[in-house]
């Protein structure tokens, strides 16, 4: 009976067929020498198998494992394909939580402040801080310093953002305006040439003022700029759920009348994150500071904190909401008695910072299928906004 066969002769078997399989595989790889070589090991060993001699059997065996790695050459520079192998395996593992889980999303405006940050430049007139201080403070809040001055008696007269792909460069030489890191080109009447290392916008609303002649040694521009808050973006839960009102979520454009579309038709979606306000088939209506849904003040807390101020006494920052302004695309709420209704499997996204934001009072509500997440978690930099977004 099988299960009364020494183990010896069970192994000895196995061994016996798996080299005949190893042998099929490699047939067309190796010599004839080597092929008759093998063989005749094996043939060796089954026959020590058939006699029961437990010494000719392990004998026979370890001719047969020798012979073997001549079927098996060890590869070449093999630690090098383990660790490609790993880095492979790493980034098709981060690509899938990527694509189907968590994703990344950077704050790029201030459209929802004070909940999140977009970039926030700051000018100061005492000397920047010393190289540790500006490190220490580059980590942790994701700060950058900026101190141009004036090399002569000559006024501003064009501005143009551009990217570097290093990032501890001005400008890589050889691929003009490709990469992935923002930089601010600032050119005088004299010919001269100054870069900042941050996009235009926050660099002429916060740090730059209005056009005037500068004169030499004079500071054109002295400050820090405070990077926009790094969120994750739940992508998993809006397959199982609906959205709910209140959440703040992020979508694609595509589709949307937005002032980047409009300024650039053809040009690829971008990425919002903004406030849910507004679900399927609710009727919305704007009497600043507050927002009434189905004729009701909302009951959720975020909703209710926003307009919990004015713009003459904020509340914690929140100025509450506004009608839409006459520039928008679409006459949505436009007056504290006008309503809107959000059509079927629309969704509509209003900015916390409602004085300073385009969202659907511009451009309408979002389609369904324009839904990427919802926003959970800041994870940078690591300061008061750090944590659950809320």
């Known amino acids: 009976m099988f299960f009364l066969t020494p183990r010896y002769v069970k192994h000895g078997t196995q061994f016996a067929r798996d080299a005949r399989k190893l042998l099929a595989y490699k047939r067309d790889l190796v010599s004839t020498e080597t092929i008759g070589e093998v063989e005749g090991e094996i043939i060796a060993l089954e026959a020590a198998v058939k006699s029961r001699d437990k010494a000719a059997v392990e004998v026979q065996a370890n001719k047969l494992d020798k012979v073997c790695g001549k079927l098996t050459k060890p ?15 790493a980034i098709i593992i981060a690509l899938a939580v990527r694509t189907y889980f968590i994703q990344p999303f950077t704050i790029p405006t201030g459209s929802m402040q004070p909940t999140l940050n977009g970039i926030i430049g700051t000018p100061i007139t005492e000397p920047l801080p010393n190289i540790l201080v500006r490190t220490f403070h580059g980590i942790v809040f994701g700060r950058t310093y900026v101190d141009l001055v004036a090399k002569a008696d000559e006024m501003i007269v064009e501005i143009r953002e551009y990217k570097s792909l290093l990032p501890f460069v001005d400008r890589t030489p050889i691929f003009k305006n490709v990469g992935f890191f923002s930089r601010t080109e600032l050119i005088t009447d004299k010919g001269n040439r100054y870069v900042v290392k941050e996009t235009s916008d926050p660099l002429k609303k916060d740090l730059l003022g209005g056009p005037r002649m500068f004169r030499a040694g004079e500071s054109i521009a002295r400050g820090y700029f405070d990077t926009g808050d790094h969120v994750f973006v739940d992508k998993f839960s809006y397959h199982f759920r609906h959205p709910s009102r209140a959440d703040v979520f992020v979508f694609n454009t595509a589709g949307l009348p937005t002032p980047e579309a409009q300024r650039n038709p053809g040009s690829p979606s971008q990425f919002y994150i903004k406030r849910l306000v507004g679900l399927p088939g609710d009727s919305l209506r704007i009497a600043p500071p507050q927002i009434f849904v189905n004729g009701e003040l909302p009951r959720e807390a975020p909703l209710q904190r926003v307009g919990s101020g004015t713009p003459e006494n904020p509340n914690n920052g929140y100025r509450g909401y506004a009608n839409g302004f006459s520039s928008f695309t679409y006459p949505i709420m436009r007056t504290p008695g006008s309503e809107y209704q959000v059509p079927p499997k629309s969704y509509f996204a209003l900015g916390d910072n409602s004085f300073h934001s385009s ?12 839904l990427m997440g919802r926003g959970v978690f800041v994870y940078w930099p690591f300061d008061s906004h750090w944590g659950r977004i809320k």
């Open 75 to 89: 590869q070449t520079d093999a630690g090098w394909r383990e660790n490609v192998e790993v880095f492979l395996v």
């Open 359 to 370: 969202d659907s009072r511009d451009w309408g509500a979002v389609p369904e299928q324009n």
